[in-house]
């Protein structure tokens, strides 16, 4: 039975990786809300970056901020994470880069 799951999540996370990859955002928001909540640890960093960045492209970044701090933290090294937080931080007038600081997820000094 447990391989099965660890199966049924690597299609999962394949599927999921193949709509970021083709940049179907509006798809990914959905499969990813169809997501069961508890997320097996190997592949929650890589859940909350898809997160991070839908809720990114959606405009909503104060939200995106909890999924992507999750998906940057030093276990996960996702550098694709890091990468949407300093490009939107520098491209947005809400001061993402103030509001990542305040809630004590900057990581600055990993670059």
């Given amino acids: 039975m447990i391989a099965g799951m660890i199966h049924q999540w690597a299609a999962t996370i394949e599927r999921l990786a193949e709509l970021d990859r083709s940049q179907a955002f509006a798809e990914l928001d959905v499969a990813l809300k169809a997501l069961p909540g508890d997320v097996p640890d190997g592949h929650r960093a890589a ?13 909503a ?4 901020i909890p999924q992507l701090a999750l998906a940057a933290s030093p276990e996960s090294e996702r550098d694709a994470t890091i ?11 809400s001061g993402l880069m103030r509001e990542t600081a305040s ?3 900057c990581c600055c000094n990993r670059f």
């Fill in 47 to 59: 859940v909350a970056h898809w997160r991070g960045k839908v809720t990114l492209f959606n405009d």
């Fill in 61 to 64: 970044i104060a939200e995106a």
């Fill in 83 to 93: 990468y949407c937080l300093v490009r939107h931080s520098c491209a947005s007038s």
């Fill in 103 to 105: 809630s004590g997820l």
